[in-house]
């Protein structure tokens, strides 16, 4: 989706003779609806693509990043609304947000926006550091430096020195296992959450592109499935066949490798013969405590969709709250 590859936009639009320059919120108090190292692309026309708040701030951005591209100068902005205004700025209860502006070229440098764009292509984590007195800039891989922890839970922000860093980790991605019901549901709300889902089922009959249209589907084992995706810290894995041998062997998959969640459908009753099975494998006792099952958060839910909803809902929580 567009509104995720904004420095791909930014370098295309710059590289295209149009201008462009990157907007980043750096800090927010308060209810401002967007987080640190969200950003937005602005053209020299005024085109804009992402967010910083979701309301008119945009509209005051733009203004200044135009003024950004006309003097080539970077600038921190910063919005304080109370209460009664807040709304018809974007920050839903009130706040304050700060964002840098950067045009690209004259400020920020068109090698490190590429150099950002390549890594996020290739699924490797960067990082991008701003010191906002001597506006030096840096790019940073995650064993380069003790900012190791903001790579870990995707957290941009202002470091004690003066430099703001923004995170570039790799998309989300999620491994569903089993093409079931509930499974038509989740892949849809996962991508909304700016989840990049893959379907894994052996069993053609159920892997049929008309249940799931327009999804990406493995007609493969699923230990052999995950072993080609690749499975790192930015990956979640669901497993919902309740069939042993397709199941399995992708939680012990996925248990071997850094994935930062791993749920399974099935009753108490059911996951207590599965960690049976999966002792009798040799998987370790630490790792068998991963395993989120039954899958989701406890929120009563009966049907496919809701079952959908609790899981996704988890994988969230774990993601943002460790």
């Given at each position: 989706m567009d509104h995720d590859r904004i420095p791909e936009i930014a370098l295309k639009w710059h590289r295209d003779g149009r201008g462009a320059a990157?907007?980043?919120?750096?800090?927010?108090?308060?209810?401002?609806?967007?987080?640190?190292?969200?950003?937005?692309?602005?053209?020299?026309?005024?085109?804009?693509?992402?967010?910083?708040?979701?309301?008119?701030?945009?509209?005051?951005?733009?203004?200044?990043?135009?003024?950004?591209?006309?003097?080539?100068?970077?600038?921190?902005?910063?919005?304080?609304?109370?209460?009664?205004?807040?709304?018809?700025v974007g920050l839903a209860c009130g706040g304050t947000i700060r964002i840098l502006v950067e045009p690209v070229g004259a400020a920020m440098p068109e090698a490190k926006l590429a150099q950002i764009v390549a890594a996020r292509a290739a699924r490797r984590p960067v990082a991008y550091g701003v010191h906002l007195e001597t506006w030096s800039r840096r790019l940073i891989e995650p064993g380069d430096s003790d900012i190791a922890p903001r790579f870990r839970s995707d957290r941009s922000g202002m470091e004690d020195s003066g430099e703001f860093i923004v995170l570039f980790n790799p998309p989300l991605r999620m491994a569903v296992v089993g093409a079931v019901h509930i499974a038509q549901a989740l892949l849809p709300m996962a991508r909304l959450a700016g989840f990049d889902p893959v379907l894994?089922?052996?069993?053609?009959?159920?892997?049929?592109?008309?249940?799931?249209?327009?999804?990406?589907?493995?007609?493969?084992?699923?230990d052999e499935a995950l072993a080609v995706l690749g499975l790192d810290a930015r990956w979640a894995v669901v497993t919902l066949t309740h069939d042993e041998k397709i199941d399995?062997?992708?939680?012990?998959?996925?248990?071997?490798?850094?994935?930062?969640?791993?749920?399974?459908?099935?009753?108490?009753?059911?996951?207590?013969?599965?960690?049976?099975?999966?002792?009798?494998?040799?998987?370790?006792?630490?790792?068998?405590?991963?395993?989120?099952?039954?899958?989701?958060?406890?929120?009563?839910?009966?049907?496919?969709?809701?079952?959908?909803?609790?899981?996704?809902?988890?994988?969230?929580?774990?993601?943002?709250?460790?």
């Open positions: 990157l907007a980043t919120v750096m800090q927010t108090w308060g209810s401002a609806p967007r987080q640190a190292g969200s950003q937005l692309a602005i053209s020299g026309s005024g085109e804009m693509m992402g967010s910083v708040s979701g309301g008119c701030v945009e509209g005051a951005v733009v203004t200044e990043a135009l003024s950004a591209l006309a003097d080539g100068r970077p600038r921190v902005l910063r919005y304080g609304v109370s209460d009664d205004t807040a709304f018809e894994i089922d052996p069993r053609s009959a159920f892997a049929a592109q008309v249940r799931f249209p327009g999804e990406t589907i493995m007609e493969d084992w699923p399995d062997p992708a939680i012990r998959a996925a248990l071997a490798s850094d994935a930062f969640y791993l749920g399974c459908l099935g009753s108490p009753r059911t996951h207590a013969r599965r960690l049976e099975r999966l002792r009798a494998h040799g998987v370790p006792e630490d790792a068998l405590a991963r395993i989120h099952a039954p899958v989701g958060l406890d929120i009563g839910a009966r049907t496919p969709a809701e079952i959908a909803v609790a899981v996704l809902a988890q994988v969230v929580a774990r993601l943002r709250q460790g």
